[in-house]
């Protein structure tokens, strides 16, 4: 057992928010206790002491949904790229990434990408992988990798039928050996789901096959209207929108994650609400797309789960949160809106989201929750009470003011360096991986 204290304590628990002198007891994996630190020393005095040095004590952030695989593009100019439009955009940048991809390539992304989580304190990942460069054994490698750096990790292939049947059933395949492979692991650190893309690159033939395919007690992940593309589509070869083709081939459920959804009316968020449907909003992404604002304020007074992630553009998530709340007020031409909706999103929805997959709570620091919990650098300018936290950490902090992470009772960071892991060998290597992936990819271009 150790104690990290001496810190302004965020629980994310209702009962009791906010301790200005705050303690976590960490025993094994779970969370042992949670107090003053004064109280907790008391209760425990042989147990070791991490002093988080006046820091604010928090619960790791949660990644709803994320794009390992996409590490590799920060950089990257792909010759004869000059997406107008979002179809433009999938085609030229990132199905071209992901048809060059191989298994070296995907495992190197995951390297770096969960190294970046580490230090942003993002200590729970849900993945949406595609590489059809190397389909097979590509989750596998993730998931390796995840165990090396002992990220929590929710993993799925994105199925599409873009590439032809031969590697959409490869695609389905892996998810479905993954599923099996996840449901056997008793860590409860790695979990498995049927990806699948928009539905304008699936048949409704693909859809039945996946549905009939797909295990047991299986989650979905599936990217839903995120261009207006992909609505066209379905009303001009269906002759319905989305969540209704999506509803009547049993795919929406509670254990199905929808990204994106900027494209859907009121009727399809009924639809959504009804099944007990999640949705994911990836604000930095559909900006930079322009691929529209999504009718999150709306969806958020439904009643709907909608959590938020980063669709691979960051892993930092008060980045995300930052840019959702003023993408919000922008779009909606009034500044006393998402103040509540987006700290909620990612601080409670994520959890709960989370809840339906893992077997004990994570995103909150309580008595039996697993022990995923970081300390932020940062002392207030202003008071900090339990009312104004998500103020403090919208103006006050970045992933950067992540000094200590604790994933699962293990500490994996601590005063900003990593512990157990050669960060710059790590990086080393990555730097080789993806100047051998950019050189494949612009041959011949």
């Known amino acids: 057992m150790y104690l990290l204290g001496n810190g302004r304590l965020v629980t994310r628990d209702s009962s009791s928010p906010f301790l200005e002198n705050g303690c976590v007891a ?39 949904h994320n794009h390992i695989y996409s590490a590799f593009a920060r950089g990257l100019s792909i010759k004869g790229n000059n997406a107008t439009n979002f179809l433009e955009v999938l085609d030229q940048q990132w199905w071209t990434i992901d048809r060059n991809l191989l298994l070296k390539d995907t495992k190197a992304s995951a390297d770096a990408t969960y190294l970046n989580c580490i230090e942003n304190g993002v200590t729970t990942v849900f993945d949406h992988h595609a590489s059809y460069g190397a389909v097979e054994g590509s989750l596998f490698a993730i998931a390796d990798s995840a165990k090396e750096f ?21 695609a389905v395949k892996e998810n ?11 860590t409860d650190m790695v979990k498995g789901m049927m990806g699948m893309h928009a539905p304008f690159t699936l048949s409704n033939e693909t859809l039945e096959f996946c549905m009939k395919e797909k295990p047991e007690g299986a989650g979905i992940h599936i990217h839903v209207a995120e261009g207006i593309d992909d609505l066209y589509d379905s009303l001009a070869k269906y002759n319905k929108r989305l969540m209704y083709r999506l509803y009547d081939m049993d795919v ?10 900027i494209y859907i009316n009121e009727a399809e968020m009924d639809l959504v609400k009804h099944t007990n ?13 322009a691929v529209g604002c999504p009718p999150v304020l709306k969806i958020f007074e439904k009643g709907i789960l ?4 980063t669709d691979g553009y960051t892993n930092d998530m008060l980045e995300s949160y930052k840019v959702a709340n003023i993408l919000h007020k922008h779009n909606a031409c009034k500044p006393n809106v998402a103040w509540g909706e987006i700290p909620t999103m990612l601080f409670e929805n994520n959890r709960e989201m989370a809840g339906r997959f893992y077997q004990q709570p994570i995103g909150i620091l309580k008595e039996g929750a697993y022990a995923d919990v970081i300390v932020m650098d940062y002392d207030p300018l202003t008071p900090m009470t339990a009312d104004n936290i998500n103020s403090h950490l919208l103006f006050g902090c970045t992933g950067s003011n992540v000094v200590t992470t604790i994933i ?7 005063n900003r360096e990593m512990v157990g892991i050669d960060k710059k060998a790590v990086l080393a290597h990555c730097r080789e991986e993806a100047s051998d992936l950019w050189t494949r990819i612009n041959a011949g271009r």
């Open 277 to 289: 449907t999640m949705i994911v909003h990836n604000p930095e992404s559909n900006m930079g797309n």
């Open 252 to 261: 929406l459920g509670d254990k199905t994650i929808c990204g994106h959804c």
């Open 150 to 170: 002992g990220v929590r990790t929710n993993l799925c292939y994105e199925i599409s039928d873009r590439d032809g049947q031969d590697k959409m059933k490869e």
């Open 176 to 186: 479905v050996d993954f599923i099996n492979f996840a449901q056997k692991d008793e």
């Open 26 to 64: 960490i025993e094994g994996n779970l969370i042992a206790a949670v107090g003053s630190t004064e109280a907790l020393k008391a209760q425990y005095p042989d147990a070791e002491f991490k002093d988080a040095k006046g820091g604010v004590i928090m619960p790791g952030f949660i990644n709803a």
């Open 306 to 309: 909608i959590g938020l992630g």
């Open 408 to 414: 699962n009772g293990t500490v994996k960071m601590e």
